[in-house]
């Protein structure tokens, strides 16, 4: 006795339906296809912000070493030992910033932060620079502001010190960030 697929329903079975049937391989491909497209068109930006953030966080070090820097040397008095010209023209101070080593215990053989030094004097010294920082400083008569005077000129005649501190990122211009680098001046006045 065969039943009516009508009046299935009331035998208490339903009748199969697409709906009912399940999602073929071919569909799965397809949604597969698209949400490839899809994530495909989105990498290129998680890998761009990824770029900006190393890029940013390079440049928020460097800007804050820079100043860092020229608040101590604004901090201190105007004839203090570290703004003296002891010859020529110029007096610069160097250092670079070391990165902390550690051994195969991982016991710290070298701590990380800034060492009096030109990058060369790191490279011998076998250390790993992250950033350079100079500060040069100049001193000047109040009527002329183009031509430094020299450390022989009398304290009376100098009035006005430039302060210039340069830090950099050594670490060479690459995807991920490096390569940057600010140079802030400041002008003392006696």
């Known amino acids: ?19 009912e049937s399940g999602v073929s391989l071919v569909e799965v491909l397809i949604a597969g296809l698209i ?82 030094g030109t990058l060369a004097d790191a490279d011998s010294a076998g250390d790993t620079a992250l950033y350079s920082r100079t500060t040069t400083i100049r001193q000047f008569a109040v009527d002329d502001l183009t031509t430094p005077l020299d450390s022989a000129a009398s304290p009376q005649a100098v009035k006005v010190k430039e302060i210039q501190v340069e830090a950099a990122s050594t670490r060479p211009d690459r995807l991920l960030g490096g390569g940057k680098a600010l140079t802030v001046r400041y002008y003392k006045v006696k």
């Open 1 to 19: 006795m065969s039943q009516d697929p009508r009046n299935a329903h009331r035998a208490g079975r339903a009748p199969a339906s697409r709906a």
């Open 35 to 116: 949400m490839l497209f899809i994530a495909l068109g989105v990498i290129p930006y998680f890998a761009q912000a990824m770029q900006n953030n190393a890029q940013g966080q390079d440049s928020t070090k460097v800007a804050n070493f820079t100043r860092a820097r020229l608040e101590e040397f604004v901090q201190l008095p105007f004839n203090s030992e570290p703004l003296q010209i002891t010859a020529g023209t110029e007096r610069v101070h160097e250092e670079y910033y070391r990165q902390e080593e550690r051994d195969g215990s991982g016991n710290v053989t070298k701590e990380e932060g800034w060492i009096d």
